[in-house]
């Protein structure tokens, strides 16, 4: 179960660092299950993790508060308000699809914003 638990790691960090350069991908949650994994596999790697001059901060912040950074929230709305834009330009749904869609959307934009600010 270590191994495993140390090979998914890994491929989360692998995902987490490509979301880096795809705007859709988000980097943060892949990141998190990392810290999470490393932590029942290798106390090295989570150290590393939690160390990590980039990726270090966000994931401290939110295993000690569940805090978000004001800057990384607003990125984050940013890009699902971004998204739902290009939805209803390259989609033109009806009315109710569109509602649906932003009902789904608002989901994750409530959850975000209701978490304290790093």
């Known amino acids: 179960m270590r191994i495993l638990c140390l090979c998914l790691g890994w491929l989360m960090v692998a995902v987490g660092v490509v979301g880096i350069f795809l705007p859709l991908l988000p980097t943060t949650p892949f990141l998190l299950v990392a810290a999470g994994l490393f932590a029942r596999s290798s106390p090295r790697f989570e150290t590393w993790l939690l160390d990590h001059r980039v990726f270090g901060d966000p994931i401290r912040r939110w295993r000690e508060n569940g805090a978000i950074a004001p800057r990384a929230k607003a990125m ?12 209803l330009y ?7 699809t569109a509602a ?3 009902a789904f959307m608002a989901l994750p934009v409530l959850f975000i914003l209701t978490r304290p600010n790093a």
């Open 90 to 96: 390259a989609r033109a749904p009806a009315g109710s």
């Open 76 to 87: 984050a709305v940013a890009m699902i308000a971004a998204s739902f834009a290009v939805f």
């Open 100 to 102: 649906i869609v932003a």
